[in-house]
């Protein structure tokens, strides 16, 4: 059981990048697959979630109309699309799969390995 997220990378402010996050040995369909992120001496946060049920998303009022979570169920992937990025997005970031969108992380069974953004000119 494992999710892999990508993506990653350095983009100037107002840039975008693309996150995904496939999962291998369990179906995704079933799951609520949320993200996370944890800046330079920061704790961990959370920003956005999608549910399995309906698909309702949800997300951290500091990404609110920049960031889009969705998924794609037929290739066991979740998307994060991230525009106009602002230095304080600068962070590693994971995907975590739960049976319902939470913004306590200790609710996530598995995780991914952390991949890092940074936004910088």
């Known amino acids: 059981v494992q999710l892999q997220a990508s993506g990653g990378g350095r983009v100037q402010p107002g840039g975008s990048l693309r996150r995904s996050c496939v999962a291998s040995?369990?179906?995704?369909?079933?799951?609520?697959i949320g993200w996370f992120r944890q800046a330079p001496g920061k704790e961990r946060e959370w920003v956005s979630c999608?549910?399995?049920?309906?698909?309702?998303?949800y997300y951290v009022d500091s990404v609110k109309g920049r960031f889009t979570i969705s998924r794609d169920n037929a290739k066991n992937t979740v998307y994060l699309q991230m525009n106009s990025l602002k230095p304080e997005d600068t962070a590693v970031y994971h995907c975590?799969?739960?049976?319902?969108?939470?913004?306590?992380?200790?609710?996530?069974?598995?995780w991914s390995q952390g991949t890092l953004v940074t936004v910088s000119s």
């Open positions: 999608i549910s399995s049920s309906d698909g309702s998303t």
């Open positions: 975590a799969a739960a049976r319902f969108c939470d913004i306590d992380e200790r609710q996530y069974d598995y």
């Open positions: 040995g369990f179906t995704l369909d079933y799951y609520a």
